[in-house]
């Protein structure tokens, strides 16, 4: 798991690049998150983290050392939708011009043919 123990994490201290690096060492690797935003645990699942682990509470304001670096419910809701979908925006690499690329084309071409 790479983490930065440090709650909240201030985003320029994440090393998110960690996660990559540590596939080269093993196979499997995670994250462990304490930033603010969900974001980063998203992007940490699209550099090959399979496992994310973050602190949730009730409420963000609530006395307590991690409360700041937690996720509410929405939070969390929204770093699983985002995890979720990393596959679809990774897609498989390679480049073809999709069915809308194609509709805009043929709009375009027919504007150009008009002139």
């Known amino acids: 798991m790479h983490t930065v123990s440090t709650y909240p994490t201030p985003d320029h201290e994440l090393n998110l690049r ?10 499997r690797v995670g994250y462990s998150g304490h930033e603010v935003s969900p974001l980063p645990s998203i992007v940490a699942a ?12 009730l409420d963000r304001t609530m006395y307590g050392s991690d409360q700041a ?20 925006y ?6 073809v011009i999709t069915p809308g690329e194609r509709d805009v084309a043929k709009k ?3 504007f150009e043919e008009a002139a």
């Open 18 to 27: 960690c996660i990559q690096a540590l596939r080269q060492i093993h196979p």
């Open 46 to 57: 699209a550099l090959g983290a399979e496992v994310i682990e973050r602190h949730i509470t």
């Open 69 to 88: 670096a937690s996720l509410e419910r929405r939070g969390l809701e929204s770093m699983v939708d985002g995890i979720r979908r990393v596959p679809l």
């Open 90 to 95: 990774l897609g498989t690499g390679v480049k």
């Open 108 to 110: 375009l071409r027919y």
